[in-house]
């Protein structure tokens, strides 16, 4: 039985990718686990009060972002990400018990894990058709239901060794061995995760003008204070077409000098900017920080600048009281 008071919802159900990564959250074996069928219920859990965090998947190495996890955060009551955690990824085709790999002619799993063994299944399953799934799990337990309409699936090894009835016909079929899939814990918000030197910040960033030099303008707020973009794609907003934002990843913290006037800079331009969270990196590789853009570099420069306004101000306030009165 569950002993801490903490609850986690993941993308479900059971055998997930997802709850491998939570389960490397350090309380995550004794707290409450539940399951959602979907990115947005996961997260709605979270907006109402169900739950205390979500797992859900953000980034593949081979596929890039998870559109209905960027599009999800991006809009509605705001979250914050707290954590990322690094799942290597490897893939199964299983079927029921008796079903060859001559027998398949359909097969359902995950979309981005269609996308890692397409070739795979080009290769050895010709002409099979990709029936979508919600997730890797799913696809696989819907094998053993009595309305099931495809003939096998794609999921984790976990998933086959736990449950009865399924038979793995192949192992690794990955296109990619070292796919790697990027999940990030959210919660409401609340305080920040304190600064570890191997951070990372993201936000969303609306385009305010469909204009040439739009983007630029937002880049450089990142490039002239030397922080560097680890991930940016652009999704609509749904508003009407050609209307998109920006999903940022950035090298450092909010509370960094360097980090904290670059999104300064585009709230100044993109009013709506979105803080996501900053927290500390998976694979803990620290941020180069040059010379220039340290946080003792913004200080002083701060400094140098209110010291001539502080002697200007002196000085105007001795030439008025040297001045004579009426």
Same mark, same amino acid.
């Given at each position: ?57 953000? =980034? ?17 009551? =705001? ?9 290597? +990824? ?13 027998? +398949?002619?359909?097969?359902?799993? $995950? ?78 918000? *609340? ?7 191997? %951070? ?25 204070? *030397? ?23 950035? @090298?450092?913290? +909010? ?5 904290? @006037? ?20 998976? %694979? ?7 010379? $220039? ?8 420069? $701060? ?13 105007? =306030? ?9």
């Amino acid at each position: 039985m569950p002993s801490s008071s903490v609850t986690y919802t993941f993308l479900g159900p059971e055998g997930t990718f997802t709850e491998a990564a939570l389960m490397q959250v350090p309380d995550a074996a004794e707290a409450t686990r539940i399951p959602a069928s979907n990115v947005n219920a996961a997260l709605d859990m979270v907006r109402d009060g169900s739950a205390d965090a979500a797992m859900v998947p953000i =980034e593949n190495s081979v596929e890039g972002g998870v559109t209905a996890t960027l599009d999800a955060i991006a809009s509605g009551q =705001e979250l914050r990400i707290i954590r990322e955690v690094l799942v290597p +990824i490897s893939f199964v085709l299983v079927a029921r018990h008796g079903v060859n790999v001559a027998d +398949i002619h359909r097969i359902s799993t $995950h979309g981005h894990a269609w996308a890692q063994c397409r070739l795979w299944v080009d290769s050895n399953i010709p002409g099979a058709e990709y029936v979508p799934g919600s997730s890797t799990a799913a696809a696989a337990m819907g094998l053993l239901t009595d309305d099931v309409h495809y003939d096998a699936a794609i999921c984790a090894p976990i998933v086959a060794q736990e449950q009865q009835g399924l038979s793995v016909l192949a192992e690794n079929i990955g296109d990619n061995p070292g796919a790697v899939t990027r999940f990030i814990l959210v919660s409401r918000p *609340g305080a920040l995760p304190e600064r570890t030197g191997a %951070d990372k910040t993201t936000v969303v960033v609306p385009l305010p003008e469909d204009r040439p030099g739009a983007l630029m303008e937002i880049l450089d707020q990142f490039a002239t204070r *030397g922080v560097n973009l680890s991930r940016i794609e652009s999704r609509p907003t749904g508003q009407y077409l050609g209307h998109y934002f920006f999903s940022i990843d950035a @090298d450092g913290h +909010i509370g960094d000098a360097r980090v904290s @006037d670059a999104l300064a800079g585009l709230h100044r331009i993109s009013p709506a900017t979105r803080f996501l969270g900053s927290y500390g990196r998976a %694979d803990a590789q620290g941020t180069v920080v040059a010379p $220039h853009t340290s946080d003792e570099a913004f200080r002083s420069a $701060h400094q140098w600048v209110d010291g001539i306004l502080q002697r200007g101000s002196t000085r105007a =306030e001795s030439a008025f009281g040297a001045s004579p009165t009426a």
